[in-house]
């Protein structure tokens, strides 16, 4: 009797199914490993296992390329044994697989980027999970989760009524933290030009979080709202291989987005969430996204480069380092925004290494935290991530994951490390700087009245506010010098193009000699300084403006789009610039810095 007239159902249904969801990528992985063992070293299952040959991501592929070549590759009809084609037949051979691609990997795709031809271990690997749930063999955290957000709406089952009474108790707790009954949580605002989705670990064991959120949104004087429905950025469809449950968990958020017509959607931090929204969600939702979508760490970067939020890094003093999530680093690409922030925010901040996309899992991903059965196996496996934390010497790790957060807390306290689990929203929440308010005298308002009330040759005109230092609302600029200093001609029109519409007067230099003659001669309020230019060494010439008595007063901001290169400003022992901006620059960002440099705002 044939293997096939003696299979399950379910397992001739994995089969079945393995045919409708392969494709180029996935079939040239299939194809492509020459077991050359470069993966092995990769993974920290093998790091912490050594000896067992299981772990390898080359032989835990292979248990599913057998299959492959079973079944749709010719060689495997034909040589069967020749090139290791196998079936499955039974319920425990599909239990078998389980173990396999559930309880000994978190899909980090550490291998698939060390590997070199090309094997995307991490993207079959999560195929074969899809097969799996599709028949009901997964880990009974996985069909718990999915569960809840198919009928709930998120992946922790947070109702509707809860999820809004904290967002009102802990818009509570800001009026009271700010002193200020005007702040709130907005919900369901139509037409905000932001709108902000969170993981439901954050309502349901970290709300201080949204409020962080909500009082960088405030002090920003950002137009925001939460969404009442659809909220969830997070996704277990990209850990459980569920593109149908991937596709209505993406789609419910986009329509909502939508329906509010909002500008941007706003990701809280949050790995896989970021993935799976921005990333992955489109396609598994098959859905046109019209409006832009970014992470949070982003968001607050831009904030702080525009001169929307004021920070003071002394208040975050301790050492930190930075965990790199890997959906968002290896999948997406997220590695220095979160670096710049943090620069920005804390006193000291320390490398982890390997770091970026050669970091290590947390060894919670790929929905491990929801597998207990393989927690002890997760933890034992820990002990590279560990040893990676201890090196640092840090006093806290910061993630832009929830996962992670969960994650590196388990192995914090199974390694007893001593340190504490962060995210980059709490770090630049705690150094906002929020300036009092003040209260306009009695006399100051008439003063004013009488300005409002005089006749037109008692108003100050131009050359007055030039003179007398009052500030022109419509040319801010205006009475003040500014020296650009770029040898990118198209970047100095642009620079000096917007500086002079807003009442600039502008000089130009195309190198640091030409830089220094002119500062001293010319005496300029403000110099912009690019980093990437030719001829003297560009942080020679900083520090000869910085050590000239003459030049104590100018004001320097760095504009490039080099900050490879700004160790070369801000490793030098003189005083540090008074404003930094990347290129590519635009015109509002460039004014609001200007302002914030020259104390206009």
């Given at each position: 009797?044939?293997?096939?007239?003696?299979?399950?159902?379910?397992?001739?249904?994995?089969?079945?199914?393995?045919?409708?969801?392969?494709?180029?990528?996935?079939?040239?992985?299939?194809?492509?490993?020459?077991?050359?063992?470069?993966?092995?070293?990769?993974?920290?299952?093998?790091?912490?296992?050594?000896?067992?040959?299981?772990?390898?991501?080359?032989?835990?592929?292979?248990?599913?390329?057998?299959?492959?070549?079973r079944?749709?590759?010719?060689?495997?009809?034909?040589?069967?044994?020749?090139?290791?084609?196998?079936?499955?037949?039974?319920?425990?051979?599909?239990?078998?697989?389980?173990?396999?691609?559930?309880?000994?990997?978190?899909?980090?795709?550490?291998?698939?980027?060390?590997?070199?031809?090309?094997?995307?271990?991490?993207?079959?690997?999560?195929?074969?999970?899809?097969?799996?749930?599709?028949?009901?063999?997964?880990?009974?955290?996985?069909?718990?989760?999915?569960?809840?957000?198919?009928?709930?709406?998120?992946?922790?089952?947070?109702?509707?009524?809860?999820?809004?009474?904290?967002l009102?108790?802990?818009?509570?707790?800001?009026?009271?933290?700010?002193?200020?009954?005007?702040?709130?949580?907005?919900?369901?605002?139509?037409?905000?030009?932001?709108?902000?989705?969170?993981?439901?670990?954050?309502?349901?064991?970290?709300?201080?979080?949204?409020?962080?959120?909500?009082?960088?949104?405030?002090v920003?004087?950002?137009?925001?709202?939460m969404?009442?429905?659809g909220?969830?950025?997070?996704?277990?469809?990209?850990?459980?291989?569920?593109?149908?449950?991937?596709?209505?968990?993406?789609?419910?958020?986009y329509?909502?987005?939508?329906?509010?017509?909002g500008?941007?959607?706003?990701?809280?931090?949050?790995?896989?969430?970021?993935?799976?929204?921005?990333?992955?969600?489109?396609?598994?939702?098959?859905?046109?996204?019209?409006?832009?979508?970014?992470?949070?760490?982003?968001?607050?970067?831009?904030?702080?480069?525009?001169?929307?939020?004021?920070?003071?890094?002394?208040?975050?003093?301790?050492?930190?380092?930075?965990?790199?999530?890997?959906?968002?680093a290896?999948?997406?690409?997220?590695?220095?925004?979160?670096?710049?922030?943090?620069?920005?925010?804390?006193?000291?901040?320390r490398?982890m290494?390997?770091?970026?996309?050669?970091?290590y899992?947390?060894?919670?991903?790929?929905?491990?935290?929801?597998?207990?059965?393989?927690?002890?196996?997760?933890?034992?496996?820990?002990?590279?991530?560990a040893?990676?934390?201890?090196?640092?010497?840090?006093?806290?790790?910061?993630?832009?994951?929830?996962?992670?957060?969960?994650?590196?807390?388990?192995?914090?306290?199974?390694?007893?490390?001593g340190?504490?689990?962060?995210?980059?929203?709490?770090?630049?929440?705690?150094?906002?700087?929020?300036?009092?308010?003040?209260?306009?005298?009695?006399?100051e308002?008439?003063a004013?009245?009488?300005?409002?009330?005089?006749?037109?040759?008692?108003?100050?005109?131009?050359?007055?506010?030039?003179?007398?230092?009052?500030?022109?609302?419509?040319?801010?600029?205006?009475?003040?010098?500014?020296?650009?200093?770029?040898?990118?001609?198209?970047?100095?029109?642009?620079?000096?193009?917007?500086?002079?519409?807003?009442?600039?007067?502008?000089?130009?230099?195309?190198?640091?000699e030409?830089?220094?003659?002119?500062?001293?001669?010319?005496?300029?309020?403000?110099?912009?300084?690019?980093?990437g230019?030719?001829?003297?060494?560009?942080?020679?010439?900083?520090?000869?403006?910085?050590?000239?008595?003459?030049?104590?007063?100018?004001?320097?901001?760095?504009?490039?789009?080099?900050?490879?290169?700004?160790?070369?400003?801000?490793?030098?022992?003189?005083?540090?610039?008074?404003?930094?901006?990347?290129?590519?620059?635009?015109?509002?960002?460039?004014?609001?810095?200007?302002?914030?440099?020259?104390?206009?705002?």
């Amino acid at each position: 009797m044939s293997k096939k007239n003696n299979r399950s159902q379910k397992a001739e249904k994995v089969i079945e199914r393995m045919g409708q969801k392969l494709n180029r990528q996935i079939a040239g992985s299939m194809l492509a490993c020459v077991h050359c063992g470069m993966c092995t070293d990769s993974c920290h299952y093998v790091l912490a296992n050594p000896g067992d040959p299981t772990y390898a991501p080359a032989y835990k592929a292979d248990r599913a390329r057998k299959l492959f070549k079973r079944h749709f590759d010719w060689t495997g009809r034909v040589f069967p044994k020749w090139v290791g084609a196998d079936t499955v037949t039974t319920d425990q051979d599909l239990e078998e697989l389980k173990d396999i691609v559930f309880g000994k990997c978190t899909n980090c795709r550490r291998c698939s980027i060390n590997c070199p031809m090309g094997v995307d271990f991490a993207t079959f690997n999560r195929m074969m999970r899809g097969l799996l749930v599709s028949v009901g063999v997964m880990p009974e955290g996985v069909a718990v989760v999915s569960k809840d957000q198919w009928e709930i709406g998120n992946q922790m089952g947070v109702l509707k009524e809860d999820y809004l009474e904290t967002l009102e108790w802990m818009g509570e707790e800001l009026q009271d933290e700010l002193d200020d009954p005007t702040v709130k949580i907005p919900v369901d605002k139509m037409g905000a030009d932001v709108v902000y989705s969170i993981n439901p670990r954050e309502v349901k064991y970290d709300p201080r979080s949204i409020a962080d959120a909500a009082k960088i949104f405030h002090v920003a004087g950002e137009n925001w709202t939460m969404p009442s429905e659809g909220w969830d950025m997070t996704n277990f469809g990209l850990f459980s291989g569920d593109d149908a449950l991937g596709g209505s968990v993406a789609g419910r958020l986009y329509e909502k987005v939508t329906e509010l017509r909002g500008k941007t959607l706003v990701i809280s931090e949050c790995g896989h969430g970021y993935r799976s929204t921005r990333c992955e969600g489109p396609n598994w939702a098959q859905h046109d996204v019209p409006y832009m979508m970014e992470s949070s760490v982003a968001t607050m970067l831009r904030y702080i480069k525009e001169g929307r939020i004021n920070v003071d890094k002394t208040k975050n003093p301790e050492p930190v380092t930075f965990h790199d999530s890997c959906n968002n680093a290896r999948s997406c690409g997220l590695f220095e925004e979160p670096r710049e922030l943090l620069n920005l925010v804390c006193m000291e901040f320390r490398e982890m290494y390997p770091n970026r996309s050669e970091n290590y899992c947390c060894t919670g991903g790929g929905g491990a935290m929801s597998m207990s059965e393989y927690t002890p196996r997760r933890l034992k496996s820990a002990k590279i991530k560990a040893d990676q934390l201890k090196a640092t010497g840090a006093a806290a790790v910061v993630t832009s994951c929830h996962n992670c957060v969960d994650g590196l807390g388990d192995v914090i306290r199974h390694y007893e490390l001593g340190m504490e689990v962060t995210q980059l929203v709490h770090l630049v929440a705690n150094a906002l700087v929020i300036e009092e308010k003040v209260q306009v005298a009695v006399e100051e308002e008439a003063a004013v009245a009488a300005v409002a009330a005089a006749e037109p040759a008692e108003v100050a005109t131009r050359e007055t506010v030039a003179t007398e230092g009052i500030a022109d609302e419509a040319l801010p600029f205006a009475g003040r010098t500014v020296l650009v200093v770029d040898d990118e001609p198209d970047q100095v029109d642009f620079i000096a193009t917007v500086l002079e519409d807003n009442g600039a007067t502008v000089l130009r230099a195309a190198d640091g000699e030409e830089a220094l003659a002119k500062a001293r001669s010319e005496k300029p309020d403000l110099l912009t300084l690019d980093l990437g230019m030719p001829g003297r060494d560009v942080g020679e010439v900083y520090e000869t403006i910085r050590n000239d008595a003459d030049l104590e007063n100018l004001r320097v901001c760095i504009i490039t789009g080099r900050p490879e290169l700004r160790k070369l400003i801000y490793n030098r022992s003189v005083k540090k610039p008074e404003g930094y901006l990347d290129k590519p620059l635009d015109e509002e960002g460039l004014v609001l810095n200007v302002k914030k440099v020259l104390e206009l705002t």
